[in-house]
Nanobody, 122 residues
Framework: VQLVKSGGGLAQAGESLRLSCGAA????????VGWFRQAPGKEREFVGA????????ISSDSMKGRFTISRSNARNTVYLQMNSLKPEDTAVYYC????????????????WGQGTQVTVSS
């Protein structure tokens, strides 16, 4: 599956952004989809994921209550809604897909989209 990203860009602290991850050539409904981010000089971080049955998780307490992951199989798209953005949310964000049953661990996602930059200014 080819994942196509949209959204991202610049925001001020406290604002919101929504990232979208669409699937080209395949049905996103067949996959669990995760979001990851990598800040400069840091390792890639698992943001969270949504299962094929629309169960979603956010991995970190720093993002819980601010970030939400959802999916629209009708639109063949998965979303990462980011509210109350903070400068420390600045990173390149990636979506990835897997069919593994341990999707919530954020490991071994086999299909990756291109990253998109999110920059949050204070």
């Amino acid at each position: 599956v080819q994942l196509v990203k949209s959204g991202g860009g610049l925001a001020q602290a406290g604002e919101s952004l929504r990232l979208s991850c669409g699937a080209a050539g395949a049905a996103v409904s067949n996959y669990h989809v995760g979001w990851f981010r990598q800040a400069p000089g840091k390792e890639r971080e698992f943001v969270g994921a949504v299962s094929r049955s629309s169960v979603s998780i956010i991995s970190s307490d720093s993002m819980k209550g601010r970030f939400t992951i959802s999916r629209s199989n009708a639109r063949n798209t998965v979303y990462l809604q980011m509210n109350s953005l903070k400068p420390e949310d600045t990173a390149v964000y990636y979506c990835a897909a897997t069919v593994r049953t341990d999707w919530s661990r954020g490991m071994d996602y086999g299909h990756w989209g291109q990253g998109t930059q999110v920059t949050v200014s204070s």
